[in-house]
């Protein structure tokens, strides 16, 4: 947790500073990154006390070469089937563990998603996070499945993008519909 938590100090992500919040609520001291360099919906690379460090998810490792077994593979389908996200960490190039992390739905979400369909207003879930994962969220909070959008990379949207042409009309959002953690 000290690795992955020093690491994530210098990122600006949600799920960066639960994890410092948590580390430090544990009393845990943070070592400063550095080289610290973050690619947005795929992870961040840097040197904790001079170790090199990964954090990020499967795509994200991969380009750095590093594979995970089926075990953690399948660790991996346990833990989003039940819509849990996953970060990965490696240090010294390989897979040092893995933070799986639950989506706190907001007790209002699902009831105000009900009143905007009674409403004939449809309802969409873009998120970067892995598809069970969202589609476990979905769901829970009764989305249709054409309506989830998964691994959506976090760019500007463009006229060309396949999610943009999916969305028509004006679509409404309530976001987030959970609270990582919080």
């Known amino acids: 947790l000290r690795v992955v938590a020093s690491a994530e100090s210098a990122s600006e992500h949600p799920i960066g500073r639960t994890l410092c919040e948590h580390a430090r609520g544990l009393g845990i001291s943070l070592s400063e990154p550095e080289n610290f360099s973050a690619s947005p919906g795929l992870g961040l690379s ?27 593979e399948s660790d991996l389908a346990s833990h989003e089937a ?18 799986a992390l639950a989506d706190t739905i907001k007790p209002d ?7 905007l369909r009674h409403w004939r207003i449809e309802t969409y879930l873009v998120s970067g996070d892995n598809g069970a994962t969202v589609g476990h969220v979905a769901a829970t909070l009764g ?35 959970s609270s990582h953690g919080r």
Not at 48 to 72: D, F, K, Q, Y
Not at 162 to 173: I, N
């Open 143 to 177: 989305v249709p499945p054409e309506n989830v959008f998964a691994e959506v990379k976090p760019t500007r949207p463009s006229s060309s993008s396949p999610h943009t042409a999916t969305v028509r009309e004006r679509p409404s959002f309530i976001w987030p519909p």
């Open 46 to 72: 840097c040197h904790v006390e001079g170790e090199a460090v990964l954090v990020g998810n499967r795509a994200w490792l991969a380009t750095h070469g590093i594979s995970l077994r089926p075990s953690h």
């Open 109 to 115: 979400a699902a009831p105000m998603l009900r009143t």
């Open 82 to 99: 039940v819509g849990r996200t996953c970060v990965l960490v490696a240090a010294g190039g390989a897979l040092a563990g893995m933070v």
